[in-house]
């Protein structure tokens, strides 16, 4: 089927979407993210800098997990680094009082990331500016039921994909 052909209709009933539209429509998306992805980190770190994107989802997710701590294999799999990479990140972490790592009584193999009450602070600061940027630099342009309908569409393709 050439790029531009007409694939007939659409699960919604309208005319089905050509090739070109698919990867445009998924390229701006990917453009849309690398360019507002650094912004949404600018003077992020409390102490007025930027702050890495591993950093953050490290500590943003374990301030939103119970207890601010997961398994060192979930984290390293949900920020979407090696073993070896988040290992490195989690020393840093480690050596700045941001984090320590426990071991799990009922399975020596598992061993948590957790924040210490400096990382909790460090990830509070943090994440009160990054609200700032997002509400400026996503809901500003976008609104408030986009943010919404953008939320459900990227869990139904976060979702889709861990099933494939």
């Given at each position: 089927m050439s790029g531009n052909a007409d694939a007939g209709t659409g699960a919604d009933g309208g005319s089905a979407i050509t090739d070109d539209e698919l990867i445009t429509a998924w390229g701006l998306l990917v453009e849309a993210l690398n360019e507002t992805s650094p912004l949404l980190l600018r003077g992020v770190d409390p102490s007025g800098g930027d702050m890495s994107g591993p950093w953050f989802e490290v500590l943003i997710r374990l301030q939103r997990s119970?207890?601010?701590?997961?398994?060192?294999?979930?984290?390293?799999?949900?920020v979407s680094l090696s073993s070896g990479g988040f290992t490195k990140?989690?020393?840093?972490?480690?050596?700045?009082?941001?984090?320590?790592?426990?071991?799990?009584?009922?399975?020596?193999?598992?061993?948590?990331?957790?924040?210490?009450?400096a990382?909790?602070?460090?990830?509070?600061?943090?994440?009160?500016?990054?609200?700032?940027?997002?509400?400026?630099?996503?809901?500003?342009?976008?609104?408030?039921?986009?943010?919404?309908?953008?939320?459900?569409?990227a869990r139904l393709l976060r979702d889709s994909s861990r099933g494939a």
């Open positions: 119970p207890q601010n701590r997961l398994p060192m294999s979930v984290l390293a799999r949900e990140l989690a020393d840093r972490l480690e050596r700045q009082g941001y984090l320590v790592r426990t071991s799990c009584p009922q399975d020596r193999r598992v061993v948590y990331a957790e924040l210490t009450p990382g909790r602070e460090f990830a509070e600061k943090a994440r009160a500016q990054h609200v700032v940027l997002l509400r400026e630099h996503v809901l500003g342009p976008l609104g408030e039921d986009t943010v919404r309908r953008m939320g459900d569409f």
